[in-house]
């Protein structure tokens, strides 16, 4: 691989794994919240989080733009005030990564938390354990599984993503220009087949390798807990 190459490699690296550092978090609390407790319009805010799997990535990407751009209701602010902007930069990426790879990262979580036997916190506050104790010895350990595969499945994702970054970042050599966009790209060049064959290649390492670490956690882990 060329010196542009693995360039282009190391970008997607630190783009997905920005976006999953910063979605993890965050998806780790709708989840909780969906597995948890009923309220007004669950069922509309469980849609809504879907969202971005069902429609066209670029309908996403337009959404941030609108949001986030430098003229954004969002993207605006943070421009005047604190001089900071997604508008063409890695960070725009991560964030059009984080939000294609989100439902991937909440689904999983959410279905790991609604096996857990509520009678196991229950019982632990009957006997005076806390309930930060209780989430860290008792929550976060039986979650576990589909804690580490959503966020490996939504580390996929975000390396893949496409239509919602060059819609809401371009296609910036050396700033926004992913592995999926750098392809995209090479493919049309006619002397960028060899490059574009390169990436593609590496890209489907990357994926199937995630996929296989992600089963090989989730049954380790499950048979842990059984043996438990």
């Known amino acids: 691989m060329s010196e542009t190459e693995i360039q282009i490699v190391l970008l997607s690296l630190r783009v997905a794994g920005m976006a999953i550092l910063v979605a993890l978090p965050l998806a780790f609390a709708v989840a909780w919240l969906f597995a948890r407790h009923d309220f007004p319009g669950k069922s509309f805010a469980q849609a809504l989080v879907m969202l971005p799997l069902v429609v066209p990535p670029v309908v996403t990407g337009y959404g941030l733009l609108v949001l986030f751009g430098t003229q954004g209701s969002i993207g605006g602010p943070l421009r005047e005030w604190l001089g900071f902007t997604f508008a063409f930069r890695w960070t725009g990426a991560a964030l059009a990564a984080g939000v294609m790879a989100f439902p991937l990262l909440v689904r999983p979580i959410r279905l790991s ?48 993503e496409f239509g919602a970054t060059i819609t809401f970042v371009s296609n910036v050599p050396g700033e926004t220009q992913t592995l999926s966009l750098a392809i995209y790209s090479l493919l049309q060049s006619p002397q960028g087949d060899a490059a574009a064959l ?4 590496f890209s489907v390492v990357l994926a199937l390798g995630a996929v296989i670490v992600s089963e090989l956690v989730q049954r380790r882990l499950g048979a842990g807990a059984a043996g438990r």
């Open 198 to 201: 390169r990436l593609i290649g």
């Open 113 to 160: 938390l609604e096996a857990i036997d509520p009678s196991l916190s229950e019982m632990a506050r009957t006997l005076g354990v806390g309930r930060l104790r209780r989430f860290l010895t008792i929550t976060l350990p039986l979650g576990l599984p589909g804690l580490i595969a959503g966020g490996i499945l939504g580390f996929a994702k975000a390396l893949g």
